[in-house]
């Protein structure tokens, strides 16, 4: 039998730390504010927090631009805030894993100050200099955030590489001394106990060697294809080489960010595994992010994710997360949106791979309408109001009917959606049918289901006419998940006989025993069925 690591079975559930619960009502979601909380995960049946940066930055990007790796910005807490936190959720059974951003640092990293300080510093190669041409950048490479990815620094001459704001230089991976840099940093708090990292942009940490210049496309929006600054080969090694740092402990894991456009690339995503044991662990891959409403295109993106895996290899999935629009938004529906979201839960936690939530999705969360004046991220106060920034998916989470949602007793640092009365957790707890309790339901129901949380999976409907229906098994456990994505009823029918029990539905009571597997499905019905017998 297959031995089953916990980042395979478990759910992650990833925490956006300014906006989860202000212990100290400064507005500003804090270390001390997640551990009152622990107990909330804990109930919801969560395995690990993936933590987006809480270590000392002057919140350019606000904590995606580190100013020192080894302490925690004061506006979440302190180092001791930390270890309690560790403490306090390893006696929850539930594990912490960091966010690891070493594509870049902030400007103000002492390695920077020094590195920019003088050609000759022993840092100026752990970042990425190069002479101008004929007075302009060294190529025509863009920033992710706008702009030329070339800052030229007067004092020195050169120009320095930013793959996202002049503030966010990049590292450069290709310096020896650098990378041991960063793996010191890792055991640090590998010794400190976390359970892992999320590497943040990891395709994009190795840039050309002779800086070509990128081709230019007709895309109109993207026209820049990032050929030469992204996805370079060359990364993999010192992957293979950030795995054996990592494989130094036991039972930790890395999963690993690797940003694409829409319509994402799962054959990219998957090539960040290795071999399934040398590189990382899991990667996102963006697909039904960038994908509408649709049973066919969920359909398509799983199986295309499954397959472009290395045969040891193990998927994750991801419906939201701090960069993209909410999940239940994404997803429109008008005044069906809450229905919609049920599936796709029941979806999440169902299909094969390790489900991420991203904080609030568990309570139907939707994005918040902010005015012009209520941006705080750079990317939408550069773009407004072509693209409104990512602030939307930011916005505070919905703890109770009270002020400010429970969050914080002062102002927050991004306003409380309106919605904060009908979709908040207190009021979610105490109603056995909230999308709340249905997460609950579906994380206790693979907690005691190893088909549900490590098994195989076959398709049995594969999208068509708006409904997806697949198998779980494990050992002699098997089980039927069948999701009606539309707002009309759907017959099916699978050559399937036996006797089977529902565990979960939107729509049926459990218990309800079956013979066979016709069903007619009720508008976005989602159900899960177990095999309890022979026929
Ligand atoms: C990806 C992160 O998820 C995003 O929030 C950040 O702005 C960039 N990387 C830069 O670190
Ligand atoms: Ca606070």
Known sequence: MKDYKWWQSGVIYQIYPRSFFDSNNDGIGDINGIIQKLDYLQWLGIEAIWLSPINKSPMYDFGYDISDYYDIDPSYGTMEDFDRLIEEAHKRNIKIIMDLVVNHTSHLHKWFIKSRSSPDNDKRNWYIWRKGKNGAPPNNWKSA??????????????????SFLKEQPDLNWRNSDMRNAIYKMMRFWLDKGVAGFRLDVVNWFVKDEKFRDNPWTIRPLNPERHKYDRNRPEVHQYLKELRKVIDEYDNRMTVGEVFTLPPGDPELSASFLGNGHDELHMAFDFSIMYRLWSARQFYTCIKKWYKALPPEGWPCNVLSNHDQPRSRTRFLGGSDSEKRARVAAVFLLTIKGTPFIYYG?????????????????????????????RDCSRTPMLWNSKENAGFSETRPWLPVDSNYKKINVKSQMKDRYSILNLYRN?????????????????????GFNGSLAYFRFYEDEKFFIALNFSKKEKKIHINERGQWRVMLSTHRSNREHLTNLSLTLAPYEATVIMKIGEL
């Open 442 to 462: 579906l994380i206790h129901l693979r907690k005691k289901h190893k088909a549900l949380a490590v098994g195989e999976i076959s398709a049995a409907i594969k």
């Open 361 to 389: 999705e568990e309570l139907g969360m939707t994005n918040t309408r902010l005015r012009r004046s209520e941006i705080v991220d750079p990317l939408g106060k550069r773009y407004w109001p072509v693209y409104s920034g």
């Open 145 to 162: 955030f706008g702009g030329s990815a070339w800052e030229l620094d007067i004092e020195t001459g050169e120009y320095y590489l930013h």
